[in-house]
């Protein structure tokens, strides 16, 4: 099963909408300063760029992206002339060495086949001083829409277990991440948590996102003969919690880390 990433309004209701929540608050936790060229690797449908754009006065920013629909996306959401998108991934970043001041990447970093590479990749196109961040879920523990959704899951299947984003994404963690940081040659390496509130209307609010396909989770829930599927739908259903109106307020947990491109 491959992760696929092509379809923006379900990518948007899947996470798009969660991660445009982390964004200003990964970007208050990064503290830049106005101006300054800026990439955002793996750019998706633009939730990291059009925050960027709307918050932090940059000079310009490039968006890298390996899929032409989420790319067009990206594009057709910010009407800006200092926004551009090229082509591309995280191992083989279309820029010339030292082009940006800062360098970021939001809820990538894991689906990179090497993440250390990318890394060093993105260290690559950043100027000597400059910075590389972004975030990553924390999907072992505190990204509570997909723990629930995997440990539902396993306990239904247990060929679940090695898709579990938990299991299979392990630098998603704070000493993983900076570990991979310090082999990637960064300084000043720093992780911090970013937690933001993840509420739906209702339970069909919280479920149909995962019939979407976009990603791991979505991509094995509608993977399922259709028996299967409706007693996950069903096990989810008894499981989640409902405030008095109605509503299931979940929170989500990133990771956020940044390091250092030495002088
Ligand atoms: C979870 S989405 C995050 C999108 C966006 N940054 C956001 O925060 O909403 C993961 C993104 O990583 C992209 N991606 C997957 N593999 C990649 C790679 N090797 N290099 C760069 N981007 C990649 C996907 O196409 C997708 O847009």
């Known amino acids: 099963m491959t992760d696929a990433w092509e379809v923006d309004p379900a990518y948007e209701n899947y996470i798009g909408r969660w991660s445009r929540l982390v964004a200003p608050q990964f970007l208050r936790w990064l503290a830049a300063g106005p101006g300054g060229a800026w990439c955002d690797v793996g750019c998706g449908t633009g939730a990291l760029s059009h925050t960027v754009l709307r918050t932090a006065d940059p000079a310009r920013v490039v968006g890298v992206e390996p899929s032409a629909p989420f790319a067009a996306a990206a594009r057709a959401g910010a009407d800006d002339p200092r926004f551009e998108v090229r082509p591309g991934t995280a191992e083989a970043i279309p820029a010339a060495d030292g082009e940006f001041d800062r360098v970021v990447s939001g809820l990538v970093l894991n689906f990179v086949p090497h993440p250390v590479e990318g890394l060093a990749e993105m260290r690559r196109v950043t100027r000597a001083g400059g910075t590389v961040a972004g975030y990553v879920w924390d999907y072992a523990d505190g990204m509570q829409m997909i723990r ?13 277990a090695t898709l579990d984003e ?3 994404f392990p ?9 991979a940081l310090s082999t990637a040659g960064f300084t000043e390496v720093a992780v ?11 339970f069909d609010d919280f479920w149909r996102p995962f019939l979407g396909g976009q990603g791991p989770a979505p991509g094995y829930c ?9 007693a996950l739908h069903d096990l989810l259903d008894t499981r989640l919690p409902r405030d008095d109106a109605g509503r299931i307020a979940l929170t989500a947990r990133a990771w956020a880390f940044r390091g250092s491109v030495p002088a």
């Open 166 to 168: 938990g299991a299979r």
């Open 192 to 202: 911090h948590p970013l937690d933001v509130p993840t509420v739906f209307a209702g």
């Open 148 to 160: 629930v959704f995997w440990d539902a899951a396993r306990e239904l299947d247990a060929t679940a």
């Open 222 to 230: 509608t993977s399922l003969p259709a028996g299967r599927r409706t």
């Open 171 to 179: 630098l998603c963690r704070p000493q993983p991440l900076r570990d």
